[in-house]
């Protein structure tokens, strides 16, 4: 069976704001300072998957620089450009036809485009091990983070404690998906030991998935359908502007991942960290001596456990304790690091107020 890797590269990143933006998200920089995040995306599959069956699911806003600088293995066929954001639900069943269309019935293993891994030779084999059970099982299956600490900035994974497979790999039937929780429900979540973080990485065949939208979210299949009917002909264009905005938008999570009775998971330890905001910067770049992490032309006194991130120009600081400063030359954001998580609300106040040149 065909193995494709569709990685989901059409968000905005806000959370990442004034660095990420709209036309130039986060998924599109380079952050660790290797190669931008798409393309680490896709070299960590390497051996697991041809890097030439790579799908790519982004806006029409980034099509023209994501194809300039991403990995040359991706043909320019397998790049799918949504004219509106729908969500991941959208994303997904599009990516889902297109391969079936072309390709048959084959294995899918969606990715984010945008996260972090250390071990990347212990990825691999859990994603080999995963490719195993959803070839073998026809079950939606996910990978879970054995969680290091109580975040409230990821969503969990809800796990029965017996597997009800352990050859070659423990498999577990999944209880339930559980939303970004307050710190007290976190440290619960942590000390039962049978949840684990929400990935955001799923594989299935393409048959197994269709089939779930078809039960699941009926009304979003049936609307996406004629763009399968055109996938290749002169008016593929025209037909997906024509109905991706009447599309429903909901997430793969709500719409068909928490309802179906047919989703198990597997856990995964291979340094995995979601770069969704500021502060989660210390999983790439050590602290110094101060608990600083610093990527600027920064000189500072009694400047402790802060983030500076500059453009070139100095940055100075005296007292701050704590702190966001990231400055990109046309907008300076400074926050506490406990508020990391609202920058995309600042976002969206940009948005209200019609200050769209900023994101």
């Not at 990143?13 to 990420?20: A, Y």
């Not at 991941?88 to 072309?102: D, M, N, P, R, W």
């Not at 991706?244 to 309802?259: F, K, M």
């Not at 304790?321 to 990231?326: E, M, S």
Request: hydrophobic residues 40%.
């Amino acid at each position: 069976m065909n193995k494709f890797a569709t990685i989901l590269a059409g968000g905005g990143g806000t959370r990442f704001w004034p660095l990420s933006r709209q036309e130039i998200p986060k998924q599109l920089l380079n952050i660790s300072g290797n190669d931008i995040m798409l393309n680490d995306t896709i070299e960590r599959f390497k051996g697991i998957i041809p890097q030439e069956n790579t799908v790519i699911v982004t806006n029409r806003s980034q099509a023209v620089l994501l194809e300039s600088i991403m990995h040359s293995s991706v043909l320019s066929r397998n790049i799918l450009i949504e004219p509106v954001a729908r969500n991941t639900a959208a994303s997904i069943l599009f990516a889902a036809i297109s391969i079936e269309k072309s390709h048959g019935d084959s294995l899918m293993v969606v990715l984010p485009s945008d996260h972090y891994i250390t071990d990347e030779e212990q990825f691999r084999l859990t994603l080999d091990e995963a490719c195993t059970v959803a070839m073998e099982t026809d079950k939606i299956v996910t990978i879970g983070i054995k969680p290091t600490f109580p975040s409230t900035g990821y969503g969990y994974i809800a796990f029965d404690k017996e597997p009800i497979a352990s050859n070659p790999v423990a498999v577990y039937e999944v209880a339930e998906f559980v939303e970004k929780p307050n710190f007290q429900k976190a440290q619960g979540y942590l000390s039962s030991g049978n949840y684990l973080w929400n990935s955001g990485i799923f594989i299935w065949k393409t048959s197994v998935i269709i089939d779930h939208f078809k039960r699941y979210l009926p009304r979003l299949y049936k609307t996406m359908l004629p763009i399968s009917e055109y996938l290749g002909s002169e008016q593929e264009e025209e037909i997906i502007n024509e109905i991706y905005p009447t599309l429903q938008n909901i997430s793969i999570d709500y719409g068909i991942l928490e309802r179906s009775d047919e989703v198990v998971v597997l856990s995964g330890q291979f340094g995995w960290n979601d770069i969704g905001s500021w502060d989660a910067l210390g999983a790439i770049f050590p602290p110094d001596k101060s608990g600083n992490i610093i990527k600027a032309n920064h000189m500072g006194l009694d400047t402790r456990n802060s983030i500076i991130y500059g453009n070139g120009r100095l940055i100075t600081t005296i007292g701050v304790d704590g702190f966001i400063i990231a400055d990109t030359g046309d907008a300076l954001l400074i926050c506490p690091k406990d508020k990391a998580q609202s920058v995309k609300d600042i976002v969206e106040l940009l948005q209200e107020n019609g200050m769209t040149e900023y994101i």
